[in-house]
């Protein structure tokens, strides 16, 4: 007696998104990650199709994260205090494909820094990776709109 295989179809798709461009594309990236695509769950792709390759972002903060576990903190405790050279240390030593860039100083308990300062940070990674950034405030909508 044949078993059937209980494969579960997956109706929709997830949407595709591309993040940073190349300079060819009028970006200033050195590439650019398209993400999503995929038209089955993960790692089910006997099911469906993954057409974009997993990728890697690691998150940088532009504050020092002393509230990081120590264990987590020492692969970069050398760059911990400086944003840009803790992403050129992700992507050079780690391979990431991007990096993901978290405002935390921007927080009124963590720093308050103002929007001139944030955008200082975030010029310094630009200038010190070419993967793409990804830029996440420091989830206080006040101090984020800003």
Known sequence: MPIEDPKEKWSAAVASVTIGATRDEGGTRGSAVTLGGQTTLPFLNFEGVTPNRPVV??????????????????????????????????????????????????HPDFGDHSPDEAAA???????????????????????DNL
Do not use: S
């Not at 940070?121 to 101090?143: F, H, N, R, S």
């Open 57 to 106: 972002a690691m998150e940088v903060q532009d504050r020092y994260p002393a509230e990081w576990p120590e264990v987590a903190l020492a692969p970069f405790a050398d760059v911990a205090h400086d944003p840009a050279a803790w992403a050129a240390k992700c992507v050079k030593e780690y391979g990431a494909d991007m990096i993901c860039l978290r405002l935390m100083g921007t």
């Open 121 to 143: 940070v975030v010029k310094a990674v630009l200038t010190a990776v070419d993967v793409p950034l990804v830029i996440w405030g420091c989830d206080v909508d006040e101090k």
